[in-house]
Structure formats: structure tokens, C-alpha cells
């Protein structure tokens, strides 16, 4: 079905990637084309984990498992949870015993940037053309031109939108826009944290530390080159990121808000305000499921340009699916032509999505601005899973 066809994969994200590494396993002819300059760009975000039945099994139908063995960050899976006074409430650098590969309950952390270098590595030279930002698509006949910020155009006979939540695929296929949860998360970055927050850095100890009560989330990771990112998460009403006249480019100004909003917390955590050097306001936007769009020949999505959702801890791991899954449909020899088999892959991909993203909209205040009985709760919830 894909003999003789181009395909313009959009976007070189964890979807994107393992998408054009699995389609040119099956020797079919693919391009990613990237708005990034270069492969040098630093990917924004720290650590993801990767799940038995989702990233980890499409990382394993790529090849290149022992590629990312050799980069996992060995540890940073492990938890620990904080009340707002700064007490452990679990700690699972404690635990006895290790997970290991191909148990189901081990999902190992990796650097976001070593994650898109390894998938690189597994393609062929040339196949990421940088420095491609699409800013649209033209349908000739059942080809599509691509268009681009730096004034090139390409032609393909299929297009993967798999350019994230702002994505310019998406329009051509639905009108349908993103709405927002409720709730956000201020980003911070700190780059030397053993010098910046001596005490955080302890705390942390290269695992996951969450601090969770008093209508506030805080998690902080450490990422792959030293540094670390945290997000503070509450609920705050829309565009609230312009209307409170925050300039999220000044990093006292921020760490000043924080410091009110988070006023009754253990000034332990101010550390980590005070030592951020960068921050990103984040509304958390997620798309409607319910509706679907109208299939087509020659058109799809997968990962958050499909079904943005509200962090939880699943996304990339769904985009890795989606592509596994994709990938399948499109070279399993099982459907017709390319419109079956796009339509064969949207439906698994949104009876996947709809309800985990229902789950996650309606969790949202579970997760943003739980209260320190909700987070008392889910501690005896995780004992109970545990024993
Ligand atoms: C704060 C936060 C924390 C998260 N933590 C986790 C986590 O722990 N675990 C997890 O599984 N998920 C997590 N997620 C979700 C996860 O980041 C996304 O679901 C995942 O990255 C989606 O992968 P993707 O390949 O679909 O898109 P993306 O990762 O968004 O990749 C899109 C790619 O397309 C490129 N691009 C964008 N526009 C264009 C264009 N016009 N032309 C060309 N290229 C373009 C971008 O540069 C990028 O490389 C988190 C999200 C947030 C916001």
C-alpha cells in the first residue's frame, strides 16, 4: 500500500519519531520535517517514563531497546511524596526491591532530549529535515503540497500530523479547538541545583519528588544534563496567565508570586522559586473526543495534535502507540487501501484516548489543588496497591 508513496511526517516529537524509525523498518519512504534548527535545540521538559504496555512496547517493536537501556536515567523512577509542611509521606527510594525490564510495574525515566536522539540515531541519514516549520498544506489531485516558514514546499502523497498540541495539520482535518481544564502549571528550570538549592537537591535525590495539599501540586525532576524542572500546578480561571499582569519573563517577579501562593508551604520549596532562571506559564488545554472528524485517504494525527490532554504521565507513551498502531494498519496488509487503514488506526487510537482523557479532565482538581484530605486518600489508596 505505501510502495511508491511519500509520506510527510510533521513534527519530531516521540510520535513523530518512532513513527518514521517503524515505517522505514518496513521500507517505506519517509520524511520528518521539524521546526526546530537543528537536532542541537534543547528539548523543553525534563524526565518522561515510559510504560510496559505503551512507550516500552513500541520502543521494543523499533530496535532500539538496548539504545535506550544504555540511557535511561537508572533510579529517577523512584517517588517521593511530601505534604506542604514538607513531611514524607512515601518514599520510595526506601523500596527493596528494583524493577526491572519486562516487569510490568517498571517505568523507567529517560531525558527527554536522550529519548529524541536515540529515536534519530535509528533513522535514516537525512531523514529529519530541520528548520521546517509548516504553517500549512494544499491539497492537489489527492497529493498534498507542504508549506513552510522558511519559504520551501514539499510534496507528499500521505501527511502524519504529529506537531503537538498547536498543530498546523490539524486544522485539515477538524475545526474542533482546545479547551481549557481549568487548571495550570508554572514551569521552572533550574540548571545547577546541587549550587542553587543545596537542600531540594538532597530532597530530591535524582528520583521524582512530589509535594501534594493546600490547593497545590509541586513536582520537581531532575533532567538528564544536571538540571532540574519543576512544575507548580493549581487552578486558576482562564487567561489568567495575561489577566494577572505576571511577566512570566521575569524570574523575580514569579518566584515573588509563588512565594505568596504557596505562603503557608514549608519555605523549603521557596528554594526552588528563588533558584529557577526560566519559566513558562502553562494553561493545560486538552481537545474534545467526542466528535470526530471525518476520515480521510491521505490525512491523519497521532499523539497530542490527536488528543491533548492534561499531563498524566501517559502522553508520550500514547504517541508512541499511536505510531505503533499506525504503523500497523498502514503495512499489516490487512486493509484495502489507505483509507481503510487510516480509519482502521483513528478508531483504536480514539477509543483509547476518549476515555482516559475524560478520566483525566474530570481528576483535574485531584491532581491541581488537592486537598491534604484527597492526598491523605490517594497515600492510603497507593499503600493498599502496594500491599
Ligand atoms: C508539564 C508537562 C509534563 C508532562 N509530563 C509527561 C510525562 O511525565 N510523561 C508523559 O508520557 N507525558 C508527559 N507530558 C505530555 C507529553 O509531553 C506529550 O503528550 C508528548 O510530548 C506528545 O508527543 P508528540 O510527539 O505528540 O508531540 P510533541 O512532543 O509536542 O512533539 C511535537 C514536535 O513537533 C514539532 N512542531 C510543532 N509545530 C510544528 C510545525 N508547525 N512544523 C514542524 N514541526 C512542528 C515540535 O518542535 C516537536 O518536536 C507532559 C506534558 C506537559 C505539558
Known amino acids: 500500500m505505501l510502495s511508491e508513496k511519500n509520506i510527510a511526517i510533521v513534527g519530531g516529537g516521540p510520535g513523530g519519531l518512532t513513527l518514521a524509525r517503524l515505517l522505514q523498518m518496513k521500507g517505506a519512504q519517509v520524511k520528518v520535517y521539524e521546526r526546530d534548527f537543528s537536532q542541537a535545540a534543547r528539548v523543553q521538559g525534563a524526565i518522561v517514563d515510559l510504560h510496559f504496555d505503551s512507550g516500552l512496547k513500541a520502543m521494543e517493536a523499533t530496535g ?9 536515567m ?17 518514599d520510595e527510594s526506601q523500596r527493596d526491591e ?16 536522550a529519548l529524541r536522539d536515540l529515536l534519530i540515531d535509528g533513522l535514516l541519514p537525512g531523514t529529519v529535515v530541520w528548520d521546517s516549520q509548516l504553517i500549512g498544506l494544499r491539497e492537489i489531485e489527492d497529493k498534498w503540497e507542504l508549506k513552510f516558514e522558511n519559504g520551501m514546499t514539499a510534496a507528499a502523497d500521505l501527511v502524519i500530523g504529529s506537531d503537538g498540541y498547536r498543530s498546523k495539520v490539524r486544522p485539515y482535518l477538524t475545526d474542533l479547538k482546545a479547551l481549557y481544564s481549568g487548571a495550570a502549571i508554572i514551569q521552572g ?30 513536582v520537581v525532576q531532575p533532567r538528564g544534563d544536571g538540571g532540574f524542572t519543576f512544575y507548580a500546578a493549581s487552578m486558576y480561571p482562564e487567561n489568567w496567565g495575561i489577566s494577572s499582569g505576571i511577566d512570566f519573563g521575569n524570574p523575580i517577579e514569579v518566584s515573588g508570586y509563588l512565594k505568596k501562593h504557596f505562603a503557608n508551604w514549608n519555605p523549603v520549596f521557596f528554594m526552588l522559586f528563588e533558584a529557577s532562571e526560566h519559566f513558562t506559564w502553562r494553561p493545560l488545554n486538552y481537545f474534545p473526543l467526542s466528535i470526530r472528524w471525518a476520515y480521510k485517504s491521505n490525512l491523519t494525527l497521532i499523539g497530542d495534535a490527536a488528543h491533548l490532554m492534561p499531563p498524566n504521565g501517559e502522553g508520550v507513551n500514547l504517541a508512541m502507540l499511536d505510531a505503533l498502531d499506525l504503523c500497523a494498519c498502514l503495512t499489516s496488509g490487512r486493509h484495502a487501501n489507505l483509507k481503510e487503514a487510516i480509519s482502521a488506526y483513528e478508531d483504536i487510537m480514539f477509543e483509547r484516548a476518549a476515555p482516559l482523557c475524560m ?27 502496594k500491599s
Do not use: W
Open 359 to 385: 478520566e483525566t479532565i474530570d481528576g483535574i482538581k485531584d491532581f491541581a489543588a488537592p486537598t491534604n484530605e484527597s492526598v491523605k486518600e490517594l497515600v492510603r489508596s497507593l499503600s493498599n496497591t
Open 98 to 113: 528494583e524493577p526491572v525490564f519486562g516487569d510490568e510495574h517498571f517505568r523507567p525515566e529517560i531525558d527527554r532530549g
Open 74 to 90: 537508572k533510579g529517577a523512577d523512584k517517588y517521593r511524596l511530601l505534604d506542604p509542611q514538607g513531611n514524607m509521606l512515601m
Open 64 to 72: 532500539l531497546m538496548e539504545a535506550f537501556k544504555a540511557n535511561y
Open 189 to 218: 528550570e533550574i540548571d545547577h541545583p546541587e549550587v542553587a538549592c543545596p537542600e531540594m537537591y538532597e530532597l530530591v535525590n535524582q528520583g521524582n519528588l512530589m509535594a501534594m495539599g493546600d490547593g497545590a501540586t509541586l
